[in-house]
């Protein structure tokens, strides 16, 4: 998404380091992530109590372990391993994606992971006749394929994940929640 493409507003910081966003974000909390070019990236975030935050850790941690000891070969067709900051990047992806589930009372089942030859990581759900994968790849983007029935070239849909908001979408779309 450009600049162009979205509502450009500028916020004033405060003496104390603050920005106001406006009171439809009242209450609200997000984490903060410095970019490489200097920019700021908020990403709202939904807070467990530390005494469940476990479960959540070590079920994201059981889930990418058959990948993270990868070397590059690992097939034996010289596939690159994935590194270690794109693992990273997907164990934060399905943090937010685990809690935006809950938050939105979302049954969400564990997707199957695996890498492609690239190192790229891919996680795959499926729900009736619908199927929905998720790439990550090595330059911190997150792009998706929706298919569904089984004609491939009227029933499928692919994308970049930029916000939130795209997440619960994919997510209702896939368990079919009211959208087509």
Do not use: C
């Amino acid at each position: 998404m450009t600049i162009t493409e979205q509502t450009l507003e500028i916020k004033n910081v405060d003496s104390k380091g603050r920005i106001s966003l406006g009171s439809s974000h009242a209450g609200k909390r997000y984490a903060v992530r410095e970019q490489p070019d200097g920019s700021t990236l908020l990403t709202p975030v939904i807070v467990m109590p530390e005494t469940t935050a476990h479960v959540t850790q070590d079920r994201i941690s059981a889930l990418l372990a058959p990948i993270e000891n990868l070397q590059t070969n690992w097939d034996g067709n010289g596939s690159l391993a994935p590194k270690p900051a794109m693992l990273q990047y997907a164990r934060e992806f399905l943090g937010i994606l685990t809690g935006a589930a809950v938050a939105s009372g979302l049954g969400v089942t564990n997707p199957l992971v695996s890498i492609d030859h690239r190192g790229y990581i891919t996680l795959e759900w499926w729900h009736n006749s619908r199927s929905l994968t998720v790439y990550i790849a090595g330059n911190n983007a997150i792009e998706y394929l929706k298919a569904w029935r089984t004609d491939i070239t009227a029933d499928m849909e692919d994308g970049s994940i930029t916000l939130l908001s795209d997440v619960i979408s994919l997510l209702k779309w896939l368990l079919d929640e009211g959208q087509g």
